[in-house]
């Protein structure tokens, strides 16, 4: 197939990839649009030509969807946030939940029986407790751009609300915009604290609160699930999961490089009167050893929520050797976690239980995962 930049062709979506671009071919030469939705027709023009495949932009939707909808949002296809403002909710759900199957049988051969249904968020605008506003000067225009980093990657767009944002964190914006940082390259966040917990300004905290329950709740059911007497809360933060599932274990510990964190979680058990766990401040890496030797991992559950990149591949090895009953996997990106998963459950070390998907990020391609992992006898 000879496509070159600037031809303008007929498509037919066949797929929506994880990162949302719509898949199409042209004599199975393959090109990624975005903004479509699967079963679409669509006229796009291409961008870019590599060897194995191209990329197109949208001119024209010929024949839309059922699912197809009006965006909330007037930034969207310029802001880089959201990919699939005009899919109708219960449809992202669904696209989510075959590209999780898809990606966990391709990667892990992980049967799509095992991925449950995607937990839709309660509000699926409004609900992003924290975002990064960023500024940059345009030259040709001369003047401070305020908003954020828009879909060519580059160039900051200007943006008054985000749809996707908190409302208290639309007024932060009105008031960055009304004070904007006296040189470009800044980045600010915004944030809503959550109530009840103590969060340092540059910690971690789930950002998503209105489908925070369903979270702790899965996580709890995986853990009294196995039986587990003793909780290891690995990348704990402000002590999240360990201080929510205290009361499901006997004892727990978290462990977290980030000290004013593990200060926090302190605090934050203290606040409950919760007496059965304690917070160690080192890197996974270095207090995993001890932890394993000292707990018996027959009555063990380990806990792995590790930032987009996943976990260390000796932490998982040391997994493989001493065996913990059971390991929960909290990720908020798939493709590593299935590279993970796949190492774990090598060789039959661990069987994969199951998998929980929590649209903690409506609107956008990202989607958490909750993955039950149990020790093979
Ligand atoms: C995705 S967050 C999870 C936080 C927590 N589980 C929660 O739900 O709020 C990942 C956390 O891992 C911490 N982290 C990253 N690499 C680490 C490492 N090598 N050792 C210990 N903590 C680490 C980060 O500081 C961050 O707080």
């Given at each position: 197939m000879s496509l070159k930049i600037g031809d303008q062709i007929n498509l037919t979506i066949h797929d929506l990839a994880f990162g949302g671009e719509g898949v199409g071919r042209v004599d199975e030469f393959v090109i990624f649009v975005p903004f479509v939705i699967t079963g679409e027709t669509v006229e796009a023009e291409i961008t870019e030509v590599k060897k194995n495949f191209a990329r197109a932009k949208l001119l024209r939707v010929v024949t839309p969807a059922l699912a197809r909808v009006a965006p909330e949002c007037k930034y969207f296809g310029a802001c880089g946030g959201c990919q699939y403002q005009h899919i109708d909710y219960a449809a992202q759900l669904r696209f989510k939940h075959k590209q999780i199957a898809d990606l966990f049988e391709r990667?892990?051969?992980?049967?799509?029986?095992r991925v449950a249904p995607v937990l839709g968020c309660p509000s699926p605008y409004g609900y992003r407790n924290r975002i990064m506003v960023r500024s940059q000067w345009n030259g040709p225009a001369k003047k401070l751009v305020v908003g954020f980093i828009g879909i060519n990657n580059k160039f900051v767009e200007e943006i008054?609300?985000?749809?996707?944002?908190e409302p208290a964190l639309n007024e932060q914006i009105t008031h960055v915009r009304a004070n904007p940082p006296p040189k470009g390259g800044i980045k600010v966040v915004l944030r809503v604290q959550p109530e009840g917990w103590e969060v340092p300004k540059d910690s971690f905290f789930q950002n998503n609160f209105f489908l925070l329950p369903k979270l702790v709740e899965t996580v709890r059911e995986f853990l009294q699930a196995s039986g587990a007497k003793r909780l290891i809360d690995l990348y704990c933060g402000v002590g999240f999961f360990g201080i929510e599932a205290a009361g499901v274990v006997e004892s727990f510990v978290g462990v977290e490089y980030d000290r004013l964190a593990i200060a926090a979680a302190r605090q934050n058990a203290a606040a409950r009167n919760i007496n059965n766990g304690e917070f160690i401040s080192a890197k996974v890496e270095a207090a995993l050893p001890e932890l394993l030797h000292k707990f018996s991992a027959e009555k063990t559950s380990v806990i792995l929520d590790p930032p987009?990149?996943?976990?260390w591949p000796e932490t998982l090895e040391l997994l493989r050797q001493t065996k913990p009953a059971q390991v929960i996997y909290v990720s908020c990106h798939p493709a590593t976690m299935a590279r993970d998963l796949n190492i774990l459950c090598a060789d039959g070390v661990y069987e994969l239980e199951r998998v929980q998907p929590l649209d903690?990020?409506?609107?956008?391609q990202h989607v958490e995962c909750v993955a039950d992992l149990r020790r093979r006898n």
């Open positions: 990667v892990g051969k992980i049967s799509p029986e008054e609300e985000c749809k996707i944002a987009r990149k996943g976990c903690m990020f409506p609107q956008t």
